[in-house]
């Protein structure tokens, strides 16, 4: 059984950080690809990263790009997501979620999402 624990999540003053975690549990990493998403109340949810380690694919939505840090631990089975210099609009549920790696440029399909952690970014 696939399981998605994230944690990490916290109120902080903008211009702060906080390192999320996302534990997982019956996957491979090699065979998923890990992704970092959010939704703050109204707005419709949001991808902000995703790491493939298997192929050392990495991406990052352009509204977090040279903020946030995405990393993995093959031995922990646990992905980070490094967030600093948080802005109150970074204000949302983060959620992680885990995807099956067809192959190259396939676009990713998530089977697997974890409980949310809210981070709240006060102004």
């Known amino acids: 059984e696939v399981q998605l624990q994230a944690s990490g999540g916290g109120l902080v003053q903008a211009g702060g950080s906080l390192r999320l975690s996302c534990a997982a549990s019956?996957?491979?990493?090699?065979?998923?690809?890990i992704g970092w998403f959010r939704q703050a109340p109204g707005k419709e949810r949001e991808r902000v990263s995703a790491i493939s380690t298997g192929d050392g694919y990495i991406d990052y939505a352009d509204s977090v790009k040279g903020r946030f840090t995405i990393s993995s631990d093959h031995a922990e089975n646990t992905v980070y997501l490094q967030m600093n210099s948080l802005k109150p609009e970074d204000t949302a549920v983060y959620y992680c979620?885990?995807?099956?790696?067809?192959?190259?440029?396939?676009?990713?399909?998530?089977?697997?999402w974890g409980q949310g952690t809210q981070v709240t970014v006060s102004s």
């Open positions: 979620a885990a995807a099956p790696v067809i192959a190259p440029n396939v676009p990713f399909e998530y089977e697997y």
């Open positions: 019956g996957l491979d990493f090699d065979d998923y690809a």
